[in-house]
């Protein structure tokens, strides 16, 4: 068995959503910070993921559920909408799926779009895959 810890979550996300090409060229930036008027546009931003235990057996977790958080930054809204449309994809390969999605926000600070979407997944310990939630 195999504990999947919060880091081991993030790790995942990180290493999926830093190989996504939105302009075709380059990488987009994928961070753990809000970005600042210094980062590099368009970036995505990993909130740390939240961890339910939802089953248990002799007090050892084997099926629990993760949340995660993602902001896309773009200087346009459509932009934003383009990149969930991206993160989507690239995450059910894993089979966390889109649960929530906000209204795209102006930021004054950075003069950006972002637009927030929520994903989730089940984690069975047992055979150390994700379960589809829905």
């Known amino acids: 068995m195999n504990d999947f810890t919060i ?3 993030s790790d995942l996300v990180y290493n999926i959503l830093s190989k996504i090409k939105d302009n075709g060229q380059d990488n987009t930036e994928t961070v753990l910070q809000s970005p ?10 990993i ?3 939240l ?14 559920t993760f949340q995660v958080q993602i902001e896309h ?3 346009k809204q ?7 449309n991206k993160t989507d994809l690239e995450l059910r390969k894993k089979n966390l ?6 209204q795209i926000l102006f930021d004054e600070v950075t003069k950006k779009y972002r637009l927030i979407t929520s994903y989730e997944v089940r984690f069975n310990v047992l055979t150390n895959s994700f379960n589809f939630i829905r």
């Open 7 to 9: 880091k081991d979550m």
């Open 51 to 64: 961890e339910s235990i939802m089953k248990t057996e002799n007090a050892i977790p084997i099926l629990k």
């Open 73 to 75: 930054w773009a200087s």
């Open 78 to 84: 459509r932009e934003c909408m383009e990149m969930a």
């Open 36 to 45: 600042t008027t210094e980062s590099i546009f368009p970036c995505r931003l």
């Open 97 to 102: 799926i889109r649960t929530n999605t906000s």
């Open 47 to 49: 909130h740390t993921p």
